[in-house]
């Protein structure tokens, strides 16, 4: 006789169905499972294959009436709108000269990775700066934010946000900055360029006016790509790559060491030519840029070949590992910030 007899259990489940209650042993198997039960995919975005129909969203849309020209994205295997891993999202945004992208605010962290162009520009809590490319930008938590392009060339970028996780918590909000009286949401800036950096971004510190370390996001706002990729072209020349990970740097809170935002952290790597890692998985999701060089990822039985700006996730728990043709250079966002704080967080060699 089976430990469960199904067809009274199901009787009795449908039973009490419209008391809003279900027998747990029917569900346990799906509810506590052995391993962790990924919806997500791993894919990969052609940069080729995106790169013009941002044009043609630029001749739709003016970056103002459009609040934002994203082409985001979404994981094949979508839960809804935006989720690339099961709490972050990504998409790639398009600035042109002249525009400008007015002043709001919301719960949900962003980070900006920048793709093409120099010189357009991010305004964050009255802090304004010129982004290149390879330029890592933090938009954190309910800072005020707008982007704007004086130069002469379109600027495009990726950004990052952990919208998918605020829904999740049932705890989004977002503001829009007052209008102007030229017509434009447009905060004022309140500080020299690159304060941040100035202040807390050199391996020093302002000895008054320290942000509390309670506040959970780095006070820098640009973390530039000369400084980072100098400094893993100088780890090249002294250490042997690690076997998962070639050469890797963190970009950090200078506060507390911890990571940039409190629901994201976020990584510069560099592969050496040639270079075969070994595979790992780990819980958080991982959404890269390649950034220079070629290569691949193979994500479970996913081969994503990649080349410069194209953008791909490893979902969760998917065993995966690069391999570089060229020297490449990757940058990565994870949303491991947001399982570390519960012990929930976990990873492991594969093979
Ligand atoms: O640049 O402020 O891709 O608010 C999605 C929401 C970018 C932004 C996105 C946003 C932004
Ligand atoms: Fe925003």
Not at 208 to 234: C, F, H, K, M
Request: hydrophobic letters at 40%; one cysteine or more; aromatic letters at 10%.
């Amino acid at each position: 006789m089976a430990a469960i007899d199904l067809a009274k259990s199901q009787t009795l489940a449908d039973a009490v169905a419209p008391l809003h209650v279900t027998p747990l042993w029917m569900v346990l198997g799906r509810l506590i499972t052995d391993e962790p039960d990924v919806p997500e995919v791993p894919y990969l975005w052609s940069w080729k294959a995106l790169r013009p129909w941002l044009e043609e969203a630029c001749r739709l849309i003016s970056a103002q009436d459009a609040e934002r020209r994203v082409l985001t994205m979404t994981n094949p295997a979508k839960r809804y709108t935006g989720a690339v891993t099961h709490y972050l999202n990504a998409g790639l945004q398009v600035i042109m000269p002249g525009e400008i992208a007015p002043t709001h605010r919301h719960v949900a962290n962003a980070i900006r990775f920048i793709m093409e162009g120099d010189g357009a520009y991010t305004v964050v809590d009255g802090e304004k700066t010129l982004m290149r490319r390879g330029d890592f930008i933090t938009t954190p938590i309910w800072s005020w934010h707008d982007h704007g392009n004086e130069s002469d060339k379109p600027m495009v970028w990726l950004d990052g946000l952990d919208f998918p996780f605020v829904h999740t918590a049932n705890a989004m909000f977002k503001s829009d900055y007052p209008v102007g009286p030229d017509g434009v949401r447009r905060q004022s800036v309140q500080r020299e360029d690159d304060d941040s950096i100035v202040r807390f971004g050199q391996s020093m510190r302002p000895t008054e006016g320290v942000p509390d370390s309670s506040r959970l996001y780095s006070p820098v706002i640009n973390y530039r790509y000369t400084t980072a990729r100098a400094a893993l072209e100088r780890l090249r020349n002294t250490d042997a790559p690690h076997p998962v990970e070639g050469w890797k740097l963190e970009y950090i809170n200078p506060v507390t060491g911890g990571s940039v935002l409190p629901t994201i952290d976020a990584f510069l790597q560099l592969l050496p030519a040639g270079f075969r890692g070994r595979s790992h998985r780990h819980t958080h999701g991982t959404i890269y840029v390649a950034v220079e060089g070629r290569g691949r990822t193979e994500a479970g039985n996913t081969i994503m070949e990649w080349e410069p700006n194209d953008v791909f996730v490893v979902p969760s728990w998917t065993p995966h590992r690069h391999i570089a043709t060229e020297e490449s250079v990757l940058f990565s966002f994870t949303d491991a910030p947001i399982q570390r704080p519960f012990g929930i967080h976990r990873e492991e060699l594969v093979g």
